[in-house]
């Protein structure tokens, strides 16, 4: 059976594809050409098999990665990131985490590594390692469980 889900993904554990399919949406308050709809609409394409199996013949729910257009969409996002609600932004820097530890592409990789770790720091936060976030992410129901409520 074929999956909308690219390969890399679908090998990763289920609470890896839970957390990468809830950034799927994008944020819903904003406008239709804000920065951060161009970051989605690159991670779809990174993550998503399109239905035309041809990212560039895929239109504008998913488009292919550019190094450039995606960092000028990412100082535009941070530049403005105040508008955004914090519980998209959870989702999207989680998800930016994944793809920036786990994506095959040497150069999409990188690029959603240096969107997670720019929200972490921009959160006062501290990076995880792939490790940690394989444990956090990996552990048994009632450990994952225990960590949420603690």
Not at 99 to 115: E, N, Q, T
Request: charged letters at 30%; hydrophobic letters at 40%; glycine letters at 4%.
């Amino acid at each position: 059976m074929t999956s909308i889900i690219q390969p890399w993904a679908a090998e990763l554990g289920l609470r890896h594809q839970g957390v990468l399919v809830s950034a799927i949406r994008g944020c819903d308050s904003i406008h239709r050409e804000d920065p951060s709809k161009y970051l989605v609409r690159t991670y779809r394409g990174a993550l998503l098999v399109p239905h035309c199996r041809d990212l560039k013949k895929a239109a504008s729910f998913m488009i292919p990665f550019d190094n450039e257009g995606w960092f000028e969409a990412a100082d535009d996002f941070y530049a403005s990131i105040d508008h955004y609600p914090n519980h998209w932004i959870l989702h999207w820097m989680h998800a930016s985490e994944i793809v920036g530890c786990k994506h095959p592409d040497d150069i999409i990789r990188p690029a959603f590594a240096a969107m997670y770790r720019r929200l972490v720091r921009k959160f006062h936060m501290h990076p995880e390692t792939e490790e940690e976030l394989d444990h956090r992410l990996n552990a048994d129901e009632d450990t994952f469980s225990k960590r949420q409520r603690d």
